[in-house]
Nanobody, 123 residues
């Protein structure tokens, strides 16, 4: 089993940047596809970026061109670089993983959710 801990959120002005980090416990991290999700109160959690075990990436339309997901297996860490942030990016951001990137959309295949990290984009 793998546990994920998110960090790096904060308050940033529109147009600014943040880099989120997701540190995973466990020696099998390299076998996990990992996704970054976000949730706004009253709405469903949304998968915004995903990275496969081999480094392939995928993004939701709203994240394309602005967000970059990457991983460092030696550090058991996945990053989300967010540029040109917009007020609508305000949310709690979570990371989680599954044994295939095709399973990242299905809660039952994910690990236990962490606390997330709050990103607030406001002037």
């Amino acid at each position: 089993q793998v546990q994920f801990v998110e960090s790096g959120g904060g308050l940033v002005q529109p147009g600014g940047s943040l880099r989120l980090s997701c540190v995973a416990s466990g020696s099998i991290f390299e076998f996990y596809a990992v996704g970054w999700y976000r949730q706004v109160p009253g709405k469903q959690r949304e998968l915004v970026a995903a990275i496969t075990t081999k480094g392939g990436t995928n993004y939701t339309d709203s994240a394309k061109g602005r967000f970059t997901i990457s991983r460092d297996n030696a550090q058991n860490t996945v990053y989300l670089q967010m540029n040109n942030l917009k007020p609508e990016d305000t949310a709690v951001y979570y990371c989680n993983g599954a044994l295939s990137d095709r399973l990242l959309e299905y809660d039952r295949y994910l690990e236990v959710w962490g606390q997330g990290t709050l990103v607030t984009v406001s002037s």
